[in-house]
């Protein structure tokens, strides 16, 4: 599978980089969000995208809830492009990015993501060799 990227005003073809399981794919996930200020934006926006959610429902005014992904992912996106200054995964792999955010954030939250980082480098190093 092919996808396209606008680069310099042209299109140009990028092979669709392919995992041989999720557990790759997330060490792949972490190593896109190396930088904490990253990683900070990320959890903020799943935080801030879970209330959004959630709020309006409670409030009443459900159709606010379909703001969801554009607080959500401007944080995230943000990280990406003006932080860590790559290409968020979510382009390629919408469904696995998702569950990710949330593993991310867990990790966080329960101070066993610098150990998880930790795990998937040395995994990419082996690998390298």
Known sequence: MKR?????SKIRCMPQKEFSG???FFTFYLHKHSDARNR????????????TLIVP???????YALLWPVVAYSFAWTG???????KPATFGHPVWS???DFRMLGLMVTGRLKARMQVGTS?????SA
């Open 4 to 8: 396209f990227a606008l680069e310099s």
């Open 22 to 24: 999720y557990d790759e």
């Open 40 to 51: 900070a934006m990320h959890a903020a926006g799943t935080v801030l995208g879970l209330c």
């Open 57 to 63: 429902s409670v409030i009443g005014h459900p159709w």
């Open 80 to 86: 990406h492009f003006l932080i860590e200054g790559n």
């Open 98 to 100: 998702f569950v990710s």
């Open 123 to 127: 995994q990419a190093d082996r690998r």
